[in-house]
């Protein structure tokens, strides 16, 4: 099984166990350089409360140092990678990218997306503090059955902050049983019994938790859908995508004229055919509103095409705001703008 | 180096398809051959097409001189970028001059070529036999650079072509040395796994909605630009759907990136059961059989890997 591979760490040195090491034909050169455009500007641990990066994705990190002592919390941020200069150094990189792409990349999720998620990841760090701690505790100290109990008493932290905050869970499109089911998952895809996560503490100093709170922050960022949860941020790109309620697909009739709103699949392929059945019996021109359909298959077109062909006699089928990215591959698809007209 | 492709068929006896490699050493010595055998072509009245890189059709112009312009030219570095699209440009050729003897030059593998590109061109070069009828009289030479190409490349095209060296000598409608029946075995190809620094994030989708999702957050976060981000949606979608039409269903799908490219990989149970599946331009009907034609068109390297019972499709597209 592959995960998600990224490095949320502020402090890379600790981490370069988990990294293989780098080509060392590239330390060779000694010249001095400007500094990697992706390198984080802001000053970490980031301060409670910290808002002066758009995108800060905050992360809760819980660590103990060689003598198994806890130390403070401290807080990271999710989107912290560990950046290799040419010279071997390391630094603290955004996987963002630089300036503009985090620039951008806010503007996309939106600032109140944005706000919304740093809420619920500062308020669930802080009711599931003690939990965690004590997960830890029992961790090091090799305790299976007060880790399993610590464990469980995570659980339910976790699962009383997602029913509280179940409608800001749903204003960013996650189910908040989802969330909940986050913490469930993670534990199991471990499959790692405390004592060993204990002696993981022990020899690399890594936070065992720490991937629990990246999977937390996952669901936060992911929402529902499962590829998307693998995927990464909560970032609506798909070209005209609004929300991932487009998913499936709504038509809308007036007269002569009918709107499709959604997304249109082989999921989608028999409620279409339905519409070209009763449209294909229609007089006089039929105009297909597209505007409102973020995505189209060839399937999907090739069921408008028919129904072109179909009402042929009966009037024209006019094409409204045909997506971008179909229009783009109708050329390649054997249907060049010649072949469209004869269709409509 | 000799070679004696003027000679051998041609002239009034009809030839069948004939797909031989050209093994040379430098630049200079492949465009004199080339031009060697286009002229005789020519003289013969057959038209002639020739998909080699840039620098290498001004040699070949330049010695042919005012029979250049009776040849046909196309960038093999554009037209073969995905070797999956060089198959379509010859039948285009061949549609165009049916019944007539035809020649053609085509040099899709070169040194440089990404070890994932050329696991396509040999598997492209394989379905050119398979393509191209046995009675269609169409002689194709593949010049290959013995000086800058691995050995083990030298040794497979020998495979898959009949040996120009060997001057005259004709295989009948042999079409080269490929093997008919074992045309779905460079399919069976293994495909590496990403490399051990590449970020590979496992969509595991429950939907084409879902996957679509999936492979759109991630080539957004890795900086794939718009409009590369729905071709890339759109190919993984038809590819998805021809696994839930024609397999049983999906049972995977990853994404990842590494070296300056974004790969998007569909999985599932099923088998190939038509190897030239992509490389046949559909008919301008309604016909179905789009998946793979579109995501070649795409997407810079389409990989398919047919074997076990599961097909594999992984889609590449290059990070500008």
Known sequence: MTEVIRSPYAQPARESRAFPAEDQGLNASGSAQSPAVDRCP????????FRRCPNFHPVHVLSADSNNSGLNPYLACSHLAQGRNERGGYYAS?????PRERAELA???????????????EGLAAVSESAREAVVAAALASEATDGA?????????????????????????????????????WTKARQMPLARLGRM????????????????????EEGEASAGEAAGRAIDCTTTASSPGDAGLEIEAAANRVRLRGQIDRDAWE??????????????????????????DVGGLRILLALAEARRERGALILES?????ARALPALGWNDGSMASAS | MSLQLAGGAGGAAPFGYRHDALFYGTANESAELIARFLRAGLNQGQPALAVIAPQQIERVRSRLGSNASRVEFADMRVVGDNPARIIPLWQEFLDRNQGRAVRGVGEPIWAGRALDELRECQIHEDLLNRAVPAQTPFWLVCPYSVSELNPEVIRRARLCHSDAHLGGEHG????????QDSSLAPFAAELAEPPPEASVVDLRPSSLFDLRRGVSLAAARWGLNGPRISDLVLATNEVATNCQQHGQGLSGARIWSASGRLVCEVRGPGSLNDPLAGRRRPSPGLGSGRGLWLANHLCDLVQVMARDGDIVVRLHMRMV
């Open chain 1, 94 to 98: 955004c996987e963002l990218g630089g």
């Open chain 1, 42 to 49: 802001y000053p970490r641990p980031f301060d409670p409360g």
């Open chain 2, 172 to 179: 009948g409608g042999g079409s080269g040395g490929g093997d």
């Open chain 1, 201 to 220: 503490v022990q020899e690399t100093g890594s936070d065992p938790l720490r991937g629990l709170w990246i999977r937390l922050a996952s669901a936060l």
């Open chain 1, 271 to 296: 409620q279409l055919s339905g519409l070209a059945v009763m449209a294909a019996a229609l007089d006089g021109d039929l105009i297909l509103d597209l505007g409102g359909v973020s995505f189209c």
């Open chain 1, 107 to 121: 503007a996309r999720i939106t600032p109140a997306r944005l706000d919304t998620e740093r809420t619920l990841l």
């Open chain 1, 149 to 185: 109990s610590a464990q469980s008493e995570l659980g339910a932290a976790i699962e009383s902050f997602a029913t509280q905050n179940r409608h800001r869970l749903q204003s960013l499109g996650i189910a908040p049983d989802r969330f909940a089911r986050a913490f469930a998952e």
């Open chain 1, 322 to 326: 045909v997506p971008e990215e179909l």
